[in-house]
């Protein structure tokens, strides 16, 4: 069974910084595209950024654009987010989510069970 | 961007009633449409994709149609599993775009 265990999340100062970590396993993790998802409290779900497999094609909501980099390590079956210069509004579970292919128009067949940012002072 | 759009918001339904949740793209997006279902504290859980293709595992009763900017999910007999909030998504274009989610209630 394909599985994706999101970890990193917590407390931020605004401004400051985070990095997620989204470790998957059951799957040749370098043949998928792989995205981060994210949910404020209480709202709907909100695309932030994707990777291809091949890590070649990356791609960002503007919301996050210049602030958060997305990466991928295929030798270590692992995603990350760096989260730097941290508004109030980026507080959400962040979801990583497999893509059903390694690039190109693709839909999140799994999910990981997300990790939560707080970004307060 | 692709705006996605949901309707309705809230849907209050019984036991075994017939529900549809419409779904409208800004532009067209062909067929590259996926829904999800979500539950309380839970992540997403794919039901469709490519607008009516159903998922591995996902029961029957759950059924998608629709393209070019108009889709609709459709449960044709609503279990008391099913009262959940219902996503649709586009991955036609950067960035990937979700509706604003329909809550299904019981009535």
């Known amino acids: 069974e394909v599985q994706l265990l999101e970890s990193g999340g917590g407390l931020a100062q605004p401004g400051g910084s985070l990095r997620l970590s989204c470790a998957a396993s059951?799957?040749?993790?370098?043949?998928?595209?792989i995205s981060w998802v994210r949910q404020a409290p209480g709202k709907g779900l909100e695309w932030v950024s994707g990777?291809?497999?091949?890590?070649?094609?990356?791609y960002y909501a503007d919301s996050v654009k210049g602030r958060f980099t997305i990466s991928r390590d295929n030798s270590k079956n692992t995603l990350y987010l760096q989260m730097n210069s941290l508004r109030a509004e980026d507080t959400a579970v962040y979801y990583c989510?497999?893509?059903?292919?390694?690039?190109?128009?693709?839909?999140?067949?799994?999910w990981g069970q997300g990790t939560l940012v707080t970004v307060s002072s | 961007d692709i705006q996605m759009t949901q309707s309705p918001s809230t849907l209050s339904a019984s036991v075994g009633d017939r529900v549809t949740i419409t779904c409208r793209a800004s532009?067209?997006?062909?067929?590259?449409l996926a829904w999800y279902q979500q539950k309380p504290g839970k992540a997403p859980n794919l039901l469709i994709y490519?607008?009516?293709s159903l998922e591995s595992g996902v029961p029957s009763r759950f059924s998608g149609s629709g393209s070019g900017t108009e889709f609709t999910l459709t449960i044709s007999s609503l279990q008391p599993d099913d009262f959940a909030t219902y996503y649709c998504?586009?991955?036609?274009?950067?960035?990937?775009?979700f509706g604003q989610g329909t809550k299904v209630e019981i009535k």
């Open positions: 059951e799957f040749t993790f370098g043949g998928y595209a």
């Open positions: 989510a497999k893509g059903s292919k390694g690039s190109g128009s693709y839909y999140f067949d799994y």
């Open positions: 998504q586009q991955y036609n274009s950067y960035p990937w775009t």
């Open positions: 490519k607008a009516s």
């Open positions: 990777i291809s497999g091949s890590g070649g094609a990356i």
């Open positions: 532009q067209s997006i062909s067929s590259w």
